[in-house]
C-alpha cells in the first residue's frame, strides 16, 4: 500500500493523495466522517415526516393557523433553513481557520444539544427556536464534512467518495421515516412518540468521540497551515508505510503557515463568474431539492390519502435515498459532473409535473422514488462540484456561502410551497418545481466549468 513515484520528497499533500495505489484507508476516514454526517441528515429531514405528527399532537395547526397565520410546517421548515444559513453564511469559516476536524466534533455537539432541547419544547415558538439554534450546527457541520471529503479523496476517486459520502448520510432519512411510522402514534413510557423520534436524533451525540478519535486532520489543510510534520505523519499512514525515522533523512522542509482564505477572494476575478454561477444554481436547485424532500408526506396527501397512509407512502419513498448515491457511484467519475447536474434537473422536472397528476398508491410511490433517485444525483454531483471550484485555504468559506444561498431559498420557498399547495395541490407544487430545475440547468450549462478527474489543485489554481 505504497504512493507511486511522486510520493517523493517534495511532492505536496495533493500529490500523494491523489497517488494512492490502495484506496482503502481513505474509505475508512470517509465512512467516518459520512456517519457523522447521517446525524444531521437524521434532523435535517426529519421535518416532512414529523410535521404531521405534531399537528396531531396539537402542537401544530393545520392550515395558516400556525404561529404569524402561517403554516406550523412551512414556519418549522424556514426555522431550520434560516439555521443552516447562519451556519453556512456565517460561520462555515471557521473550518478554514480552525481545521475540519475540530470544527466537525464541535458542531455535531452543539446539533445533539440543540436537539435535546428542542425534544422537551412545549409549544411551536419553542420548537422553531431550538430548531433554528440545531440549523446552525448542522450547517457548519455538512460544509466541513465536504470540505473534508473533497480533500482526502484521490481525485481519481473524489465523484465516487462523494457519492458514497451521500449513501451513508441517507441512511438517516429512512430510519427517521420509519420513526415518525411507527412512533407518531405512540407514547411510550407517558412520553410523546414525536419526542422519542427528536431524542433518537440526538443520541447520535455518543458515538461523536468514537468517531473523533479515529479521524485524523485533512492533510492539505494541515499543509496550508504549515504544519508539514503533521501531514506527512497522516499521508504516511494512508500509504501504509512507517512512520518516519532518522534513517528517512531530512523531514519535510519548514514551511511558513499560509493565512486562511477571505471570503472577498471568492469574487476576485479568478473565482467570480464560478461565485456567481453557484450562488444562481443553489437559490434554485434548493427548490426542488426540499421541495420534494420536506414536503412528500404533504403532497401525498394532498392526492387524497389519509396521513397514517400518506407517512407509509412516504417511507417506501424515503428507503430509496440511500440507494441511489450507491447507483450513482459506478458512473460517478465516468462523466463530466456538470452534465450529471443538467441530467438530474431535467429528470426531477419531468417526474415530478407526472407524480403531480397521480393517485394510485403505486403509481405515487415508484414516481416518488424515481424523483428521489434523480435528486440523489443531483445532490451528490453538486456536493463534489462546488468543492472542486475553490481552494483549500478558503474551500469552507467559499462553499458555505454559495451553499447559504439554498438555505435562505428554502425559507422561502418553504412558504411559497405551502400556498401553492393550498392553491392549486401538488400539480401547482411540481410546475414551480421544474421552473427551477430549468434555471439550474441554464446557470451551470452556461457558466459551469468542467471538474471531472482533475486535481483540486489543479481546478483552483
Same mark, same amino acid.
Given at each position: ?20 495505489? %490502495? @484506496? ?13 454526517? $447521517?446525524?444531521? *441528515? ?5 421535518? $416532512? ?38 451556519? &453556512?453564511? !456565517? ?10 476536524? !475540530? ?13 435535546? !432541547? ?15 439554534? %440545531? ?17 482526502? @479523496?484521490?481525485?481519481?476517486?473524489? =465523484?465516487?467518495? *462523494? ?120 437559490? *434554485? ?53 456538470? &452534465? +450529471? ?18 393517485? @394510485? ?24 462540484? +462546488? ?9 469552507? %468559506? ?14 422561502? %420557498?418553504?412558504?411559497?410551497? $405551502? ?5 392549486? =395541490? ?9 421552473? @427551477? ?9 452556461? *457558466? ?9 489543485? +489543479?481546478?483552483?489554481?
Amino acid at each position: 500500500m505504497a504512493s507511486r513515484e511522486c510520493r517523493a520528497s517534495g511532492a505536496s499533500a495533493g500529490e500523494r493523495l491523489d497517488a494512492l495505489v %490502495s @484506496a482503502w484507508p481513505v474509505w475508512r476516514l470517509i465512512l467516518m466522517v459520512s456517519l457523522g454526517g $447521517a446525524f444531521e *441528515f437524521y434532523d435535517l429531514m426529519m421535518t $416532512a415526516y414529523i410535521s404531521p405528527g405534531l399537528v396531531h399532537a396539537g402542537i401544530f395547526h393545520a392550515g395558516k393557523a400556525g404561529q404569524l397565520g402561517q403554516s406550523d410546517q412551512a414556519t418549522f421548515a424556514a426555522a431550520t433553513f434560516l439555521g443552516l444559513f447562519i451556519g &453556512t453564511a !456565517a460561520f462555515a469559516r471557521v473550518a478554514d481557520r480552525f481545521g475540519r476536524r !475540530a470544527i466537525f466534533t464541535a458542531s455535531l455537539i452543539w446539533y445533539a444539544l440543540a436537539t435535546l !432541547a428542542m425534544a422537551a419544547s412545549q409549544t411551536a415558538l419553542q420548537l422553531d427556536l431550538w430548531r433554528l439554534v %440545531s440549523g446552525v450546527g448542522i450547517g457548519v457541520e455538512l460544509v466541513t464534512i465536504d470540505a473534508y471529503v473533497a480533500e482526502i @479523496a484521490p481525485a481519481r476517486l473524489r =465523484g465516487k467518495a *462523494f457519492a458514497v459520502n451521500q449513501s451513508v448520510q441517507f441512511l438517516a432519512v429512512p430510519i427517521v421515516a420509519f420513526a415518525c411510522w411507527r412512533l407518531l402514534p405512540l407514547a411510550p413510557f407517558a412520553v410523546a412518540g414525536w419526542r422519542w423520534v427528536m431524542i433518537l436524533g440526538a443520541s447520535g451525540a455518543a458515538a461523536v468521540w468514537l468517531i473523533r478519535a479515529r479521524l485524523p486532520e485533512s492533510p492539505r489543510w494541515l499543509e496550508r497551515r504549515g504544519r508539514l510534520a503533521e501531514a506527512d505523519v497522516i499521508l504516511r499512514r494512508l500509504e501504509g508505510r512507517p512512520p518516519a525515522s532518522a534513517a528517512d533523512g531530512p523531514g519535510p522542509a519548514v514551511r511558513e503557515a499560509e493565512p486562511a482564505g477571505r471570503l472577498a477572494e471568492a469574487f476576485a476575478p479568478a473565482y467570480r463568474k464560478r461565485t456567481l454561477m453557484l450562488v444562481v444554481f443553489n437559490i *434554485f436547485q434548493a427548490i426542488g431539492f426540499y421541495g420534494f424532500g420536506n414536503w412528500a408526506p404533504s403532497l401525498i396527501a394532498a392526492r387524497g390519502h389519509s396521513v397514517t397512509h400518506s407517512l407509509g407512502y412516504a417511507f417506501a419513498i424515503a428507503a430509496a435515498y440511500p440507494i441511489g448515491p450507491l447507483l450513482c457511484s459506478l458512473v460517478a467519475d465516468r462523466f463530466e459532473r456538470k &452534465t +450529471q447536474i443538467i441530467v438530474a434537473a431535467a429528470t426531477t422536472a419531468v417526474l415530478g409535473l407526472t407524480f403531480a397528476g397521480q393517485s @394510485a398508491p403505486a403509481a405515487l410511490i415508484a414516481l416518488g422514488i424515481g424523483v428521489t433517485f434523480s435528486n440523489n444525483l443531483l445532490s451528490y454531483a453538486y456536493h463534489a462540484y +462546488q468543492t472542486e471550484l475553490y481552494p483549500t485555504r478558503m474551500r469552507a %468559506s467559499a462553499v458555505g456561502f454559495v451553499y447559504a444561498w439554498s438555505r435562505i431559498s428554502t425559507v422561502f %420557498s418553504s412558504f411559497v410551497i $405551502a400556498a401553492l399547495l393550498g392553491a392549486f =395541490g401538488a400539480p401547482g407544487v411540481f410546475a414551480f418545481i421544474a421552473m @427551477a430545475m430549468a434555471v439550474v440547468i441554464g446557470a451551470v450549462g452556461l *457558466f459551469g466549468p468542467r471538474t471531472a478527474g482533475q486535481g483540486l489543485e +489543479q481546478l483552483s489554481a
